[in-house]
């Protein structure tokens, strides 16, 4: 059910947006160039025979190529580029109103994540810096034809790329970076053409922020967007207007997203560093203001713990495969750069920083005098760590390090939380050894988003074949379990943890001891009469084989399928043990650094039960 509020607020939303499509509002001034942003210049020359212009050239040259690096595979557009076409699935949709473009059907449209994607105009940043360090005019020739042929395409809020307003945020950040980067020889006729879609955009934004529909970080992102618009373009009319509102939503949002413990509120370790680049961003643009430093300190704080000594983040939750600024590179690795960004404006010498992941995002940002910042000795987390309201547990012994998700599904809907409740991810000496599957697909194939989001696809165990909570679409769960964590006790070599889920009638019960060279699980079940069978999986990574592994139960090695970059899958392995009787029962796990040992559920318990005891 609408409350009145939301009624009148899409009454005027979709008013509004009538009188623009009518209207066709277009600019006819001028703005300064370069904007109020770091020298880029500087930066580029800074740059010049770094790794980082090794990569973008590289990359570059590609692009040049229309060969286009998006989720971990490059698409391939031949001489046109077809701005509305799924290239991955060969899906091209029409050019009518955005209101009626059925952007969530994937027979009609294709999976609308691959368009976005390219309608980001992210790669065209990429080309502004090749230019930029190249001084080659065929980067740049390249950016104009391809926006010549972008304008063709999608007429002012007709087509799929006007119906996320987070999408249109994306893309005129990324044209803002363009203006900065090259905007004083871009050829006359198009610089017009340019700032009056630009202007358009945040006409649009303004008009659809996503205050019902997405309150997240969609209406993030798009607020972001348009105090960014309003700031750097006071020429534009109601650019202050567009800055004040982009100001008082991005703000509410820092509070109303951002947990006490610093953890973001959709339960995503993938959207945590994709909401603190949004807010880092606002914050430079705004002036960096003084009374938003704890919440973003704590944000970078849970973020270096996500990252771990290993410095890679495992993507417990969705992970769409997108990035504020330079989606390039390693995946797990994107959480470097904003890490070094928060190191240099929040805490310097806190959080590692390279010249390499200066070099991605802090150095356009700031400036280039933050490469000589590079610090490789940098402070790692140390010990064992709890943040309750994320209820996320991370434990940590001399060789091993355990991400452990002892926390509630995420805010509402949960439409980004996988129902991976207690389960849990770990690395030897830095490798990959238990692993989470990853997302795979959004709208793509409905049976594969509940199969990668899906319990049995985590590392906890599944009941009856069953799901913690019931999946609503592909953005929903109705009936989340409850969680509850009874213990958490860390020690100089490790840590003991104790929680459980509950859900329809079943509660699980998993603790875990980390001490040393050992990692000791115990999951016991509880719940309805009758005969239930239980499935505990073990997604296995490259270290796997580096360990020894002991179960109280026959376990299986099966094939498996993960998703390391949005719409790919690769083969993967993992143990399965299996029990079925009657309720309570139970299943442990043991895993040795240093050699072989038997374990069976008693030894196990008399374990568990030693360290409750203390």
Request: aromatic share 12%; glycine share 8%; net charge neutral.
């Given at each position: 059910?609408?409350?009145?509020a939301?009624?009148?607020?899409?009454?005027?939303?979709?008013?509004?947006?009538?009188?623009?499509?009518?209207?066709?509002?277009?600019f006819t001034?001028?703005v300064d160039?370069?904007?109020n942003?770091?020298?880029?210049?500087h930066c580029?020359?800074?740059?010049?025979?770094?790794?980082?212009?090794?990569t973008?050239i590289?990359?570059?040259?590609?692009?040049?190529?229309?060969?286009?690096?998006?989720?971990?595979?490059?698409?391939?557009?031949g001489?046109?580029?077809?701005w509305?076409r799924?290239?991955?699935?060969?899906?091209?949709?029409?050019?009518?109103?955005f209101?009626?473009v059925?952007?969530?059907?994937?027979?009609?449209?294709?999976?609308?994540?691959f368009?976005?994607?390219?309608?980001?105009?992210?790669?065209?940043?990429?080309?502004a810096?090749?230019?930029?360090?190249?001084?080659?005019?065929?980067?740049?020739?390249?950016i104009?034809?391809?926006l010549?042929?972008?304008?063709?395409?999608?007429?002012?809020?007709?087509?799929?790329?006007?119906?996320?307003?987070?999408?249109?945020?994306f893309?005129?950040l990324?044209?803002?970076?363009?203006?900065?980067f090259?905007?004083?020889?871009?050829?006359?006729?198009?610089?017009?053409?340019?700032?009056?879609?630009?202007?358009?955009?945040?006409?649009?934004?303004?008009?659809?922020?996503?205050?019902?529909?997405?309150?997240?970080?969609?209406?993030?992102?798009?607020?972001?967007?348009?105090?960014?618009?309003?700031?750097?373009?006071p020429a534009?009319?109601n650019?202050?207007?567009?800055?004040?509102?982009?100001?008082?939503?991005?703000e509410?949002?820092?509070t109303?997203?951002?947990?006490?413990?610093?953890?973001?509120?959709?339960?995503?370790?993938?959207?945590?560093?994709?909401a603190?680049?949004?807010?880092?961003?606002?914050?430079?643009?705004?002036?960096?203001?003084?009374?938003?430093?704890?919440?973003?300190?704590?944000?970078?704080?849970?973020?270096?713990?996500?990252?771990?000594?290993a410095?890679?983040?495992?993507?417990?939750?969705?992970?769409?495969?997108?990035?504020?600024?330079?989606?390039?590179?390693?995946?797990?690795e994107?959480?470097?750069?904003?890490?070094?960004?928060c190191?240099?404006?929040?805490?310097?010498?806190?959080?590692l920083?390279?010249?390499?992941?200066?070099?991605?995002?802090?150095?356009?940002?700031?400036?280039?005098?933050?490469?000589?910042?590079?610090?490789?000795?940098?402070?790692?987390?140390?010990?064992?760590?709890?943040?309750?309201?994320?209820?996320a547990?991370?434990?940590?012994?001399?060789?091993?390090?355990?991400?452990?998700d002892?926390?509630?599904f995420?805010?509402?809907?949960?439409?980004?939380?996988?129902?991976?409740?207690?389960?849990?991810?770990?690395?030897?000496?830095?490798?990959?050894?238990?692993?989470d599957?990853?997302?795979?697909?959004?709208?793509?194939?409905?049976?594969?988003?509940?199969?990668?989001?899906?319990?049995?696809?985590h590392?906890?165990?599944?009941?009856?074949?069953?799901?913690q909570?019931?999946?609503?679409?592909?953005?929903?769960?109705?009936?989340k379990?409850?969680v509850?964590?009874h213990?958490?006790a860390?020690?100089?070599?490790?840590?003991?943890?104790d929680?459980?889920?509950?859900?329809?009638?079943?509660?699980?019960?998993?603790?875990?001891?980390?001490?040393?060279?050992?990692l000791?699980?115990?999951?016991?079940?509880?719940?309805?009469a009758?005969?239930?069978?239980?499935?505990?999986?073990?997604?296995?990574?490259?270290?796997?084989?580096?360990?020894?592994?002991?179960?109280?139960?026959?376990?299986?090695?099966?094939?498996?399928?993960?998703?390391?970059?949005?719409?790919?899958?690769?083969?993967?392995?993992?143990?399965?043990?299996?029990?079925?009787?009657t309720?309570?029962?139970?299943?442990?796990?043991?895993l040795?650094?240093?050699?072989?040992?038997?374990?069976?559920?008693?030894?196990?318990?008399?374990?568990f039960d030693?360290?409750?005891?203390?």
């Open positions: 059910m609408r409350s009145a939301e009624i009148r607020f899409r009454l005027r939303q979709e008013t509004a947006n009538l009188y623009l499509l009518l209207a066709q509002p277009s001034g001028d160039w370069p904007l942003l770091p020298d880029a210049r580029a020359k800074a740059l010049r025979g770094s790794l980082f212009e090794f973008v590289a990359t570059a040259k590609l692009i040049l190529a229309h060969r286009f690096p998006l989720f971990g595979t490059t698409l391939e557009t001489p046109q580029i077809d509305r799924d290239y991955a699935h060969n899906k091209t949709s029409e050019a009518k109103y209101r009626l059925p952007y969530l059907n994937f027979a009609a449209v294709g999976d609308h994540k368009i976005w994607e390219l309608n980001r105009h992210q790669h065209l940043v990429l080309l810096q090749a230019y930029l360090l190249t001084g080659q005019p065929d980067y740049a020739n390249e104009f034809a391809q010549e042929t972008w304008f063709e395409q999608n007429p002012f809020q007709r087509g799929i790329n006007w119906a996320s307003a987070l999408e249109v945020g893309r005129a990324s044209w803002i970076w363009l203006w900065h090259c905007g004083d020889i871009m050829p006359e006729a198009l610089r017009a053409r340019f700032l009056t879609s630009l202007y358009q955009h945040g006409r649009h934004l303004y008009e659809n922020l996503s205050v019902y529909f997405s309150p997240n970080t969609h209406l993030l992102g798009e607020a972001v967007a348009l105090h960014a618009l309003g700031t750097l373009f534009f009319p650019a202050a207007q567009w800055q004040q509102r982009g100001a008082d939503v991005t509410r949002q820092l109303f997203q951002v947990k006490p413990d610093g953890s973001h509120f959709e339960q995503s370790t993938y959207y945590h560093v994709y603190l680049d949004f807010f880092l961003f606002y914050y430079l643009l705004a002036g960096r203001p003084s009374h938003l430093e704890p919440a973003l300190k704590r944000m970078a704080e849970y973020l270096s713990w996500l990252l771990g000594p410095r890679r983040i495992a993507y417990f939750g969705d992970d769409d495969g997108g990035r504020l600024f330079h989606p390039q590179g390693v995946r797990d994107f959480g470097r750069a904003t890490l070094a960004t190191g240099v404006l929040l805490k310097p010498n806190q959080w920083a390279t010249r390499t992941e200066l070099a991605e995002q802090a150095s356009w940002w700031i400036g280039a005098e933050v490469l000589s910042q590079a610090d490789t000795a940098g402070m790692l987390p140390q010990s064992s760590k709890l943040f309750p309201d994320a209820g547990v991370f434990l940590q012994s001399d060789q091993m390090y355990v991400q452990f002892a926390g509630s995420g805010w509402g809907g949960a439409g980004h939380s996988h129902a991976d409740t207690l389960s849990f991810v770990a690395w030897y000496r830095g490798e990959p050894l238990l692993t599957p990853g997302t795979f697909t959004y709208l793509g194939d409905p049976l594969e988003r509940n199969r990668f989001r899906g319990t049995a696809a590392n906890t165990i599944t009941i009856d074949g069953q799901q909570a019931e999946p609503a679409g592909p953005f929903r769960w109705n009936r379990p409850s509850q964590l213990a958490f860390p020690n100089k070599d490790g840590c003991f943890v929680a459980t889920c509950e859900y329809r009638g079943f509660q699980h019960r998993r603790q875990i001891l980390l001490q040393g060279v050992q000791l699980v115990l999951d016991e079940v509880s719940g309805p009758g005969e239930h069978v239980l499935e505990q999986v073990w997604n296995l990574g490259i270290a796997a084989s580096k360990v020894h592994f002991a179960f109280s139960e026959a376990a299986q090695e099966e094939p498996r399928e993960s998703s390391a970059v949005y719409g790919m899958k690769t083969p993967s392995r993992a143990f399965i043990v299996r029990r079925k009787g309720l309570p029962l139970a299943l442990a796990m043991c040795r650094l240093d050699h072989p040992i038997d374990i069976s559920v008693l030894e196990a318990r008399r374990i030693n360290e409750v005891g203390k």
